[in-house]
């Protein structure tokens, strides 16, 4: 089919609006039908394949899985690479990176002040204690800021999507202090990989590729006048560091994890040997004209 007729037929189906509509969404969905029809036509796409991917996303959405392929195929990150661009023309860069939110987070964390206990003390990994410092581009620590935080057990899996784990295990809501200083004591996660028998899977197997993310934990950070930050931090030495399925490492994202003992666990209630993180977070004043990094999307509710 030459491109002509592939015109006169998107055409027609322009066209045939009776009414407005909403343009944006007019503009973007007929510029996607527009690269698909091409796509058919360059690749020379055959039904039975095209209706095998429209079933495939209908699968990937009824086992809730969307968001998976989105942070897989790259999309997720792709949108941080956009932010970032658009941050660095109106002058923000350096900073802590953001990176993506993945699929995972859960709103309605019980919110501590200054520190918190992720785990129930049941999970066998080795004991993690974290801290640091919210402060704005110009170093000053932001008291009262929000860290959210969450992450997976041992196995890799995230609570409230994995039924056998309590409520909102791994997972707070910790406001800095008067010094800007935040604390948790968890354990040291282990990495994610998507369901090995799921759609996301199921594709990544016909693109050769593998489902596994290093270890890391997430994190929101936010305070009033600030842009909130989106990011996590991963555990060095993963061998999947630099292998992640969603393409979510980054320089600066991989702070050093000591080995503590004695007394340094006093603070946090902890005996014996723990893996210790230091690491601040540092977040940008909100600006005019710039894409908001609070990013609205469907989200979990506990
Ligand atoms: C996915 C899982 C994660 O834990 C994460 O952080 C990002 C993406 C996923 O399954 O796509
Ligand atoms: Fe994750």
Redesign the pocket.
């Known amino acids: 089919m030459n491109r002509q007729a592939i015109d006169a037929l998107l055409n027609k189906i322009n066209d045939s609006a009776t009414s407005e509509g909403n343009p944006r969404t007019k503009e973007i969905v007929n510029r996607i039908v527009r690269d698909l029809f091409c796509t058919i036509e360059e690749l020379d796409v055959q039904p039975d394949e095209f209706w095998t991917a429209l079933n495939y996303l209908g699968d990937a959405g009824k086992s809730g899985e969307l ?2 392929l989105a ?2 195929l790259g999309f997720e990150h792709f949108l941080d690479l956009r932010l970032d661009e658009a941050e660095a023309k109106a002058g923000i860069e350096g900073g802590t990176p953001r990176t ?1 939110e ?3 987070y859960v709103t309605g964390a019980p919110v501590s002040d200054g520190h918190a206990r992720l785990d129930d003390g049941t999970d066998p990994g080795q004991t993690l204690v974290m801290r640091g410092r919210v402060v704005g581009e110009d170093g000053k620590p932001l008291a009262n800021a929000l860290v959210e935080v969450w992450h ?1 057990n041992h196995l890799g899996n ?1 609570s409230y999507f994995d039924k056998s784990q309590p409520a909102f295990n791994l997972r707070r809501s910790i406001r800095t202090d008067a010094s800007g200083n935040y604390s948790f004591r968890s354990v040291v996660p282990v990495g ?1 990989s ?1 369901p090995p028998q799921g759609q996301t899977q199921l594709l990544l197997d016909q693109l050769g590729r593998h489902g596994h ?1 290093p270890a ?1 934990i ?1 994190f929101f950070v936010s305070a009033p006048g600030f842009r909130k930050l989106t990011t996590q931090i991963n555990i060095d030495g993963d061998p999947y560091l630099w292998d992640d399925f ?1 393409f ?1 490492t980054r320089d600066g994202l991989v702070p050093a994890v000591k080995q503590a003992e004695g007394a340094q666990g006093k603070p946090y209630g902890v005996e014996g040997n723990f893996a210790l993180i230091d690491f601040d977070f540092t977040l940008f004043k909100e600006r005019d004209n710039l894409p908001g990094a609070e990013v609205e999307r469907l989200r979990a509710e506990a």
């Open positions: 968001g998976l942070a897989g993506i993945g699929p995972l997976a995230y994610y998507v993310r890391h997430h969603a979510a």
